[in-house]
């Protein structure tokens, strides 16, 4: 990267701000999203914004998928000691466990309808007050928190509440945190860079989340270098690792990338107001721009989709590809390796072609390569190492462009409230993918038949992006025209 994100572009007129946006889904200049004309985006602010996805996914991969829900929370230290001396596949052990499982379900969920009823709200206020970074930086540290006070639970079925309680609230900072670091996205990036900036972020969290899950192996390979692990100590380090992890690479973007202005020309109301204020906004986003609407309607199916593609990915190879505990942790190293460093570079093709060429393109490939694997699987776990690999290369690039495009629709002043209705619509239908997995898996008898029901949700959500038609790559402005940010 050079000293700036973005060179210097020929001067041009002033362009007005914007209202709201047209059908053609492009936004005009405004004060706190940087113009074409000569602005310059600092690398170090670039950096520092894209530090907080590599500082916040260790919470994701670590806490909540890999280890410390799954390899602790949810395990035998957290049953009655009658319980959990009983033999793996006694029924009554099997229920314990799958009460815990539904505990936990049941906490995550609970976050999720807060989320999905909090986000654009908050976002709203965030735009209108001027206060995206402040919400960034107060909802990370509550997540830094609930990742610390992780330390706290015990190997006890006392603790057990106060675990999933705290994971639940750690989700809950980490979505509304995200709802306005992606608003950001159009304070450190113009028009030309938007798609590398983008896939830097998305393309660091993979990284920086896989490098906090290989220290975590690593550790454990060497027994911890001699520290006692009795009592959960092990699993409740990592989790206040992960905390300090978060506070040593999060703080650039407090520190370094300025606040957006307070939207001047949007009244300040109060908390239960801003439902009204939302319901307009949205009748208002549904009539003057169907397509940033369908957009956010087809995004919610194909990110279920997406998800679902790491949730159950280490699912399949254990259980249709027969890898043991130690071939799936490498899987997973190696697919978020190759997920990370694809996002960086499809951000090039984002800013070449626009952000809705790389996601139809993302889809298509998913869509391919997880038929591939279905298809060919009686070949043996060459085939997962192969087309699962490549699948996962497709994700990323799909996410990073996903919020590149809702970036430059995103009506000037309004982008936390409408990535806050990014959050809300992917919740909204986020049983897409997990039902369907369900259903065939029930159907079939087999784990593998689960995959197409992933496919299915991909293949919808691409079907329905083939009929947005925002996010194509902008057309070169008339002669004389005020360049676009």
């Known amino acids: 990267m050079s000293d700036h994100a973005a060179a210097p572009e020929p001067a041009g007129p002033a362009t007005p701000p914007a209202g709201p946006v047209a059908s053609g889904g492009t936004a005009e200049a405004a004060p706190d999203r940087p113009s074409g ?72 969920t609970l976050g999720g309808v807060l989320v999905a009823v909090l986000a654009p709200v908050l976002g709203q206020r965030a735009d209108v007050e001027g206060r995206r970074k402040a919400w960034v930086g107060g909802a990370t540290l509550v997540m830094v928190a609930s990742m610390a006070a992780l330390f706290a639970v015990r190997a006890d079925p006392v603790w057990f509440v106060l675990g999933a ?35 830097l972020g998305w393309g660091l969290g993979y990284l920086g989340g896989i490098l906090a899950l290989v220290i975590v192996v690593v550790a454990t390979a060497f027994d911890w270098w001699g520290m006692p692990t009795d009592d959960g100590l092990a699993y409740r380090a990592i989790a206040l690792g992960c905390a300090l992890w978060a506070v040593a690479f999060a703080w650039p973007l407090l520190r370094y990338v300025p606040e957006a202005p307070p939207a001047a020309d949007r009244p300040r109301v109060g908390f239960f107001a801003g439902y009204a204020v939302l319901a307009r906004d949205v009748a208002v986003l549904y009539r003057d721009d169907r397509p940033t609407f369908q957009f956010l309607l087809a995004s919610a199916v194909y990110r279920d989709g997406l998800s679902a593609v790491f949730t159950f990915g280490a699912v399949i190879a254990a259980v249709s590809f027969q890898f043991g505990d130690q071939a799936v942790i490498f899987f997973g190293i ?146 004389g025209a005020a360049p676009r940010p």
């Open 165 to 199: 309680a705290l994971v639940s609230l750690g989700s809950v900072a980490s979505e509304i945190a995200g709802v306005n670091y992606n608003a950001m996205l159009v304070q450190v990036s113009t028009r030309a860079s938007i798609g590398r900036v983008s896939g």
């Open 334 to 479: 190696a697919a978020n390796l190759l997920a990370g460093v694809s996002t960086i570079l499809a951000g090039r093709l984002d800013d070449r072609f626009g952000p809705r060429a790389v996601i139809i393109g993302s889809l298509t490939g998913l869509v391919v390569c997880g038929l591939l694997v279905v298809a060919l699987h009686t070949l043996g776990p060459v085939v997962f190492w192969v087309a699962g690999l490549a699948l996962t290369c497709f994700v990323g690039p799909a996410q990073a462009a996903s919020r590149s495009l809702l970036a430059r629709v995103a009506p000037v002043g309004r982008e936390s409230e409408i990535f806050g209705l990014y959050a809300t619509t992917g919740r909204a239908v986020s049983f897409l993918a997990p039902s369907m997995w369900t259903l065939l898996v029930a159907l079939t008898g087999a784990t593998i038949w689960g995959t197409l029901g992933i496919v299915a949700v991909v293949l919808a959500g691409l079907l329905l992006m083939l009929r947005v038609t925002v996010g194509r790559r902008d057309p070169a402005p008339p002669a």
């Open 37 to 108: 004309a000569g602005a310059r985006v600092p690398r170090r602010q670039v950096v520092s914004w894209a530090l907080w996805d590599w500082a916040t996914q260790p919470f994701n991969t670590v806490i909540v998928t890999f280890v410390f829900t799954a390899l602790y929370l949810t395990s035998d230290a957290f049953l009655q000691p009658g319980v959990a001396a009983l033999p793996a596949t006694d029924p009554v052990h099997e229920r314990a466990l799958a009460g815990l499982t539904s505990g936990l379900g049941l906490w995550i």
